[in-house]
């Protein structure tokens, strides 16, 4: 039943939402702490942790859909 569904979908969901939060926040930090280097080195950063956001909910469920 949907009821079924959204009761073991609510935590896998959560898991995603707080490690995506974690990696924007690291992705975040890290270019702070670059503020000196050039924006290319900081659009790194920043795609690095796109891609991380886009392969999060394969290295979690840990099965490929």
Request: aromatic content about 6%; hydrophobic content about 60%.
């Amino acid at each position: 039943t949907y009821g079924d569904l959204g009761a073991r979908l609510l935590p896998v969901l959560v898991q995603w939402t707080v490690r995506g939060l974690a990696i924007l926040l690291l992705a975040r930090l890290l270019t702070l702490a670059m503020h000196s280097s050039t924006a290319a080195a900081r659009h790194v950063v920043w795609t690095a942790a796109i891609v991380g956001l886009f392969v999060l909910p394969v290295i979690v469920s840990g099965t490929v859909p």
